[in-house]
């Protein structure tokens, strides 16, 4: 047997003890120093990740106004963390636009920003042979259906046979 030590072994202590930068892959150059991939140790990373958080959330605040300021609670930490470039904000938006909109009765969104209200015979013009050609079919379709119904329900009856009262479009179909 060999004394050497297996590669998975080592990839074992490696992967305890450090992490690859997330860039490394693509090789950007934030990932390498000197031509060589940057790797911290667990505690590193973390602290590397932190300021990096910390870094974008002072650019966003330099563009909104402050969600979160870091002053080394605990509580603040963690809403560092889970804060994930403005989802946060959104959903914080619409809980209020509900809340506001259960006070009072006005609308929520204002009539400039509203969409014209089309009547459906501008969208679709119906005079359009597919259309008138589309209905005809629905209509056959549902005739046949209520032929084959009636025929049915012709077999199980006994005694004299009624007059069936017919609609105006079954009317047409029939004339045509």
């Known amino acids: ?3 050497q030590p297996r590669r998975g072994n080592n990839m074992k202590w490696w992967r305890d003890h ?7 892959a693509s090789k950007l150059p934030e990932a390498l120093a000197g031509g060589q991939d940057k790797c911290y140790c667990k505690v590193c990373f973390d602290a590397h990740r932190i300021s990096v958080i910390n870094e974008n959330q002072l650019s966003r605040e ?3 106004a402050p969600r979160y300021i870091f002053n080394g609670s605990v ?3 963690l809403q560092a ?3 994930i470039g403005g989802f ?3 959903v914080q938006q619409h809980i209020t636009a509900v809340e506001d909109d259960d006070q009072d009765s006005r609308p929520i969104s204002s009539e400039a920003t509203r969409l014209p209200l089309i009547p459906i015979c501008e969208l679709f ?9 589309t209905f005809k079919n629905t209509i056959i379709s549902s005739y046949d259906q209520e032929l084959e119904l009636f025929e049915l329900l012709d077999f199980d009856a006994d005694g004299v046979e009624e007059v069936v009262d ?3 479009v079954t009317a047409q179909v029939l004339t045509s």
């Open 18 to 24: 450090y992490y690859s930068h997330p860039g490394k």
């Open 166 to 168: 017919v609609d105006e």
């Open 88 to 90: 946060e904000e959104i």
């Open 75 to 77: 509580e603040d930490y």
């Open 125 to 133: 013009n119906f005079s359009n042979s597919y259309w008138i050609e």
């Open 1 to 3: 047997m060999s004394s």
């Open 62 to 64: 330099s563009r909104m």
């Open 81 to 83: 963390l889970t804060y």
